[in-house]
């Protein structure tokens, strides 16, 4: 199960940003036409100048910011500051994500992220949101945040990430799939663990890559896709069709919609298109 049982109303969807953020504006709009089942009740992001942030101010949706850059430089909390009743050394030895050799520098990098996502928990709480979702938020997530959303078993965060996963995982999917050569770029909706965007896949939809493809072009046909699965999968989730099968060694998803087949066909025309406006 995810936790999220398919809420009456609408499911409350908190979006974590920090750039332009134009995934956000395709939920906004999905939302404000009622093709989303589900409301958009708060934008957040780690930095001040993320065009998310205006986006959120025009549809009139709460946006805050929490300064994870300065925060993590130590500014503004303590030098022996607790990041609250944490211990430490048990949320290191679950973090799969911070790779720094020295235990002392680790655990101090350690505390001011949990600082930063203490503080982003409080603003992103205030609104009740049932789901998380980062649309390019481009902060480390520790198992603090994560079990926080996550407590009873339930799956409350989700990611979008453009590479079809498990291949490259990180900061540049895009890049990573123009500069391997690969003839089909990815995009992978999931939910979010520990690791670095290893947590279980909801869904996955495909692009071709051509050879007269840029890096600009495979970008733009791959964040096009990016819209239409994403709020596929809050739709699924707000419908109480998404489960999660922990029963195997790796957790799995379950999507039981009749449609899925077609959404998927749908997924994959679509990737085909601006080919075929090309050749018009
Ligand atoms: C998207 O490509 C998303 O997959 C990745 O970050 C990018 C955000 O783009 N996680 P935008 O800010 O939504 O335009």
């Excluded at 909390?77 to 949320?91: H, Q, R």
């Excluded at 009873?152 to 990430?161: E, F, K, M, P, V």
């Excluded at 939910?191 to 890096?215: K, M, N």
Aim: hydrophobic share 40%; charged share 25%.
């Amino acid at each position: 199960m995810t936790g999220i049982e398919g809420k009456s109303p609408k499911l409350r969807v908190a979006v974590l940003v920090s750039g332009g953020g134009t995934n956000l504006q395709a939920l906004i709009d999905r939302s404000v036409k009622g093709d989303l089942n589900a409301e958009i009740v708060a934008v957040a992001s780690d930095r001040g100048d993320a065009y998310g942030l205006v986006r959120a101010a025009r549809a009139g949706i709460p946006h805050h910011v929490v300064d994870y850059g300065s925060i993590l430089k130590g500014h503004g909390i303590g030098a022996s500051a607790e990041a609250g009743p944490v211990d430490l050394v048990e949320l290191d030895a679950a973090q799969k994500i911070l790779r720094i050799a020295d235990t002392a520098t680790r655990l101090e990098r350690l505390r001011r992220l949990v600082c930063a996502e203490q503080q982003l928990i409080g603003v992103l709480d205030r609104h009740e949101p049932d789901l998380i979702c980062l649309a390019g938020f481009m902060r480390l997530i520790s198992p603090y945040f994560i079990r926080h959303y996550n407590r009873d078993n339930a799956w409350r965060i989700l990611n979008i990430h453009p590479a079809l996963l498990p291949a490259f995982p990180g900061q540049h999917g895009y890049e990573d799939t123009f500069s391997h050569g690969c003839r089909w770029g990815g995009i992978t909706v999931h939910f979010v663990d520990e690791g670095e965007d290893t947590g279980p896949v909801i869904a996955q939809a495909v692009y071709p890559v051509w050879p007269d493809d840029s890096l600009e072009t495979i970008r733009r046909r791959g964040l096009s896709l990016e819209y239409e699965i994403y709020a596929q999968c809050i739709r699924w989730l707000a419908a109480g069709q998404v489960h999660v099968d922990t029963t195997s060694p790796r957790p799995k998803t379950i999507i039981t919609d009749s449609n899925y087949p077609d959404i998927l066909e749908s997924w994959t025309i679509k990737a085909f298109q601006d080919r075929s406006r090309k050749a018009e």
